[in-house]
């Protein structure tokens, strides 16, 4: 491994000056295997390394995670992928490992937000998952290692130039860790809590059952928001964020954002989009930002204007508000983690708008009894992990 890369520039071009390495000349635990990365590709790469690394300790299922300007657009473990889900993913037509399958999964939380991201695996990058990425837009790849037959897809693709990263999956950082900011140095411990079932003992509401599954998905959630840019909260189901709400100033927007997002995930499944027929030649970023707009309120200017007619092959149903709702009430046993405690009641009225069931989070505000009550009133179960998951 070398002690030094030397980057193309680092956040923005005239910032010319850019390289990582390692202090008293020690050799980095990566080296890039194709491409070029820049300093926002390993930012992405190293954080969404940690969080599969993670995700794996905490489950034993393999993990991946979609990153984009340093927060998580989805992340994943493996479980069985339904056919609507497998369409709603652009991967119904792949054979998967399970592997691929986080990997779809994690990509599919947010299609929009995923483009042109950096990804990572927490296994052997496989030939499955190389056949994924290589028609999707994506900036890059990080995982312990690859096959020979993944390299070679994966070295074709974006003109030779993908960025391929390999990083020693037993490497462990010092316990403090240093940044700069301003001509100041800043120092502190890693946030090196361990994240597993034992934070999800101490349930605060009258119902107490949680299922392993929502056991599963509240700490899929937790470990994603541990490397999600505070404020922040992330809506789970099935072994993988469906929402993630990151970097707002208030929690009741982290709530809403998120929120709209799991609602767009559910819709994404529903017929009246897996039954739209789009004009042929169409690439997936276009179908993808084409069914973001169908499932938003701007549709019916596209209807009105005329200009359904160079996307789709017949006029589609206009969705109202209410036929939406209407479908999402069709959903169910979604979860919820905040990366700090709920201060007002409005947070967990609008999961409940999402279906959300089961809820994680920090604990300790002088609001907690508000908190709880409005979750007895609409019969979710909530546990107080005493865990802060700030990130900055």
């Known amino acids: 491994m070398p002690s030094e890369i030397v980057l193309k520039y680092g956040c923005n071009p005239n910032q010319d000056i850019a390289s990582i ?7 980095l ?12 590709n390993f930012l992405d790469a190293f ?28 992340a994943a473990v ?5 056919q609507r889900l497998k369409r709603a993913c652009f991967a119904d037509d792949l054979e998967l490992s399970e592997l691929a399958t986080a990997l779809a999964k994690a990509r599919g939380a947010d299609r929009m937000s995923s483009y042109g991201d950096f990804v990572a695996l927490s296994d052997e990058c496989d030939e499955s998952c190389a056949m994924f990425l290589k028609r999707e837009v994506s900036d890059g790849v990080i995982a312990p290692s690859y096959t ?47 994240i597993n079932e034992d934070v999800l003992k101490n349930i605060k509401t009258k119902a107490k059952d949680l299922p392993k599954e929502a056991k599963r998905d509240l700490i899929v959630a937790l470990i994603t928001l541990k490397y999600t840019q505070s404020n922040s909260v992330c809506y789970a189901k099935d072994g993988q964020a469906i929402g993630v709400g990151a970097g707002q100033q208030s929690r009741i927007h982290c709530t809403r954002l998120a929120g709209n997002k799991a609602d767009i995930w559910h819709l994404r499944q529903s017929d009246y989009v897996l039954n739209l027929k789009f004009k042929k030649g169409l690439k997936r970023p276009e179908i993808d930002n084409a069914i973001d707009v169908y499932l938003s ?27 939406k709702r209407e479908y999402l009430k069709t959903c169910s046993e979604v979860s919820l983690a905040s990366d ?46 005493g865990i802060r998951l700030f990130y900055h």
């Open 47 to 74: 954080n969404a390394w940690q969080l599969v690394k993670e995700l794996n300790k905490a489950t034993g299922l393999a993990a991946a995670a979609s990153f984009k300007h340093t927060s998580p657009a989805g």
């Open 340 to 385: 700090a405690f709920f201060p007002f009641g409005d947070n967990i009225k609008r999961a409940y708008l999402s279906r959300v069931k089961y809820i994680a989070q920090t604990g300790g505000s002088i609001r907690d009894d508000d908190v709880i009550a409005t979750a007895d009133e609409l019969g979710m179960v909530m546990a107080f992990t």
């Open 29 to 40: 635990p990566v080296k890039v295997l194709n491409g070029r990365p820049g300093y926002i």
């Open 148 to 194: 020979e037959k993944a390299l070679e897809i994966l070295k074709s693709k974006r003109k030779g130039n993908y960025n391929i990263i390999q990083i020693d999956k037993d490497y462990i950082p010092d316990m403090i860790e240093e940044k700069e900011l301003f001509g100041v140095t800043f120092k502190q411990k890693r946030n090196d809590v361990f």
């Open 297 to 323: 309120e701007d549709f019916n200017s596209v209807i009105e204007s005329g200009e359904w007619e160079k996307i789709y092959e017949e006029k589609p149903l206009v969705l109202t508000s209410e036929m």
């Open 21 to 27: 390495y390692m202090k008293d000349n020690k050799d």
């Open 78 to 82: 493996y479980t069985p992928m339904s």
